[in-house]
């Protein structure tokens, strides 16, 4: 007689089955997961970028230091990153140089400034095709960029974070810091767009 | 070690499914799986390099077919069963099926014992070496040359972080790659930055 082989337990069954064992090991998981799924959905958000973005485009003392030691210049905003990304490098975007950022490896971001990465970063597909077909890429997904302008993709390898610092559109003269974050999307901080 | 997680440059990949609202979540057990990871590693059961590794240590047909959220619930699981906090039978009862794990780590390694140290504008080679353990040098960077643009503060190196194996932490470098001299005539114009271990770099000959 062959023996059975159980299936494989669903997705939702493997996750209830981790947390009922964590539990059951000692660990607090209900609390874990309570404070990481508040974290997740109303703390990390794309948002926090956006106020960063704004402050650098009105506060020409904010942005310098932002560009050369972007962990500290967050934190003034009471912006945190986790312990282990000591390094969070901020890249310009100008009239001649625009950046983008991926993960080649896995899906590492700066979670807790831009907001947790969205599906088609931790795609296979963005993953193997940023860093090679980079301008193809960035048409596809509606940005197309000058021949001229300078490209600059950032694969996150170790745990330094980067985030895009948007140049800020021309049409913006004289609006309010709440009014430039609200213009700030997570995509323009990844650097598949520009505003 | 050339898993199939080291995508950068792969060629065959199709279009970016993109969409300006793009969901971070599709379904409720991934929110707790991401939020459990999280807790895991905040109690010490496991580090960053360890999660990433497990991720990488995944079957390969397992590991391309999985969503992000299932790599992540496939490292956790196969961490605390590896460090004996949950047994693998208990989860599998819990769950009422099978639950596939991770396949065995392999060895690590301590930093380069004839490390450099580099400066801003330095122009760097990544060396030529194939690692079986965890490492966080791209593929497609082994043995090419670039420029330094930025250095990080000393991170614990990966190499020897995923495996146990004693080391000490050491800078990072952006380095800063043409990609013609990553894909020669077969890649789009543009400069590609890589953060580099200290250990993965020699001086430009």
Known sequence: MTPHTPAIASLPQRADAIEAALQ????????????????????????????????????????????????????????????????????????????????????????????????????????????????????????????????????????????????????????????LAAIVSKDAMIGVTRL | MDGVHDLGGRQGFGPVVHSTDAAVFHEEWEKRINALYGVAVRAGLFNMDEYRHAIERMEPRHYMSAGYYERTLTSLATLCVEKGVLSLSDLEQRAGGRFPLALPLGAGRSNAADAHTFRIGDRVQVRLEHVVGHVRAPGYIRGKTGVVVHISPAYPFPDAHAHGVPSHDEPTYDVRFHSAELWPEAADNAFVHVGVFQSYLIPAP
């Open chain 1, 24 to 179: 059951a090991h000692g660990l607090d998981a209900k609390a874990g997961i309570e404070l990481g799924v508040h974290n997740a959905e109303d703390v990390w958000l794309p948002e926090r970028g956006a106020r960063v973005v704004a402050k650098a485009w009105v506060d020409d003392a904010f942005r310098q230091r932002l560009l050369a030691n972007g962990k500290a210049a967050v934190a003034e905003l009471g912006i945190d990153l986790p312990p282990h990304h000591r390094h969070l490098v901020v890249l310009e975007n100008t009239a001649s140089v625009h950046n983008v950022i991926c993960c080649t490896l896995c899906s590492c971001t700066a979670f807790t400034v831009i907001g947790l990465p969205p599906d088609w970063y931790k795609d296979l597909n963005y993953r193997a095709r940023i860093v090679r077909e980079s301008r193809s890429v960035l048409h596809e997904m509606g940005l197309d960029l000058p021949n001229e302008m300078e490209l600059r993709v950032w694969d996150t390898t170790a745990d330094t974070r980067y985030m895009v610092l948007p140049q800020r559109p021309a049409h913006t003269q004289g609006w309010s810091e709440a009014q």
